[in-house]
């Protein structure tokens, strides 16, 4: 028998489970074993467990055994990786691999092989490069695991010697690219054009857009893994000129009004600013209503 677990957001309850011999083609159905009882508003917070009878004669000439599952509003794993609205890409239906293997002494046998390994080991289908599968936004993901080596900080170069390798691009330069048609960003004091990439990006074209044409060092490492930063590399273009970088005391910054009213604007998204804490009421045990004073009359 094969078995699993499923597991849905929400609140809503797994109530189909299949599975597939034959890429997708056909698809019967599991057993469900639900141990836990829907809550007083009809929620479910816990995993299924399903169990299906897998005939050995439906193994031969098998290469991958596809399960998926539904829930109560009909969701459905899809087959291939693809990005949800949380921006997590690890969704799509499960597949083991089936291969045939011989033993020392001639007897032939099945051998399963799951996509990773759990925890720490090494080994699964998908952390070779022959088993990346195509994952939007990204095409082939040919990292392979085990092969990542973690690079050490490069040492600093000096001004002289960057331009006569990489193009330097001042401040001022890069400010001008702030919009969804021109899109510049620093990383690291590397600048990166990333107008290609705005439709592909799986938190939004805003979250890139919010730091046209600044620094989003801080913002980027966050939130990014490695393997996003390798990425990355795709659209650099060249170095951030530091001597042309302006220090700015932040009690200094100016304020950006609004064109219609005249009006500074409290809540700039390129900007960071303290907001005093006037006001704070419990609603409930675990919710609370804040609420902030601006910074001044006049916002």
């Given at each position: 028998a094969?078995?699993?677990?499923?597991?849905?957001?929400?609140?809503r309850a797994v109530n189909r489970v299949?599975?597939?011999?034959?890429?997708?083609?056909?698809?019967?159905?599991a057993d469900i074993d639900r141990k836990e009882q829907p809550n007083e508003y009809g929620m479910y917070w816990c995993w299924i467990w399903w169990t299906f009878k897998l005939k050995v004669v439906d193994l031969i000439g098998c290469k991958e055994i596809w399960c998926r599952a539904w829930d109560d509003a009909n969701n459905c794993q899809p087959n291939d990786p693809t990005w949800n609205l949380m921006g997590m890409g690890n969704n799509q239906c499960f597949r083991v691999k089936v291969h045939t293997d011989k033993t020392a002494s001639g007897e032939h046998v099945f051998r399963f092989e799951h996509p990773t390994q759990p925890g720490q080991q090494q080994g699964g289908w998908m952390t070779t490069a022959a088993g990346k599968p195509a994952s939007a936004g990204f095409g082939k993901l040919l990292e392979v695991q085990g092969e990542a080596v973690v690079e050490a900080p490069a040492p600093a170069v000096d001004p002289i010697g960057r331009k006569e390798g990489k193009k330097l691009f001042t401040m001022e330069e890069i400010e001008k690219h702030?919009?969804?048609h021109d899109v510049w960003i620093i990383v690291h004091d590397k600048v990166y054009d990333c107008t290609e990439y705005l439709e592909l990006h799986p938190g939004g074209a805003d979250s890139i857009l919010i730091n046209a044409g600044q620094d989003s060092t801080?913002?980027?490492?966050a939130i990014h893994s490695t393997k996003a930063t390798?990425?990355?590399?795709?659209?650099?273009?060249?170095?951030?000129d530091k001597n042309s970088v302006k220090v700015i005391d932040e009690s200094e910054e100016r304020d950006v009004f609004?064109?219609?009213?005249?009006?500074?604007?409290?809540?700039?998204?390129?900007?960071?600013k303290p907001f005093a804490l006037q006001a704070k009421t419990v609603l409930s045990h675990d919710s609370y209503m804040l609420d902030f004073a601006l910074p001044t009359s006049e916002h």
């Open positions: 094969v078995t699993g677990y499923s597991y849905t957001g929400g609140g299949e599975v597939s011999t034959d890429g997708g083609v056909h698809w019967e159905l702030n919009t969804e801080e913002d980027f490492v390798k990425m990355l590399e795709k659209f650099y273009i060249g170095d951030l609004c064109e219609r009213s005249g009006r500074p604007i409290a809540l700039n998204p390129k900007q960071k």
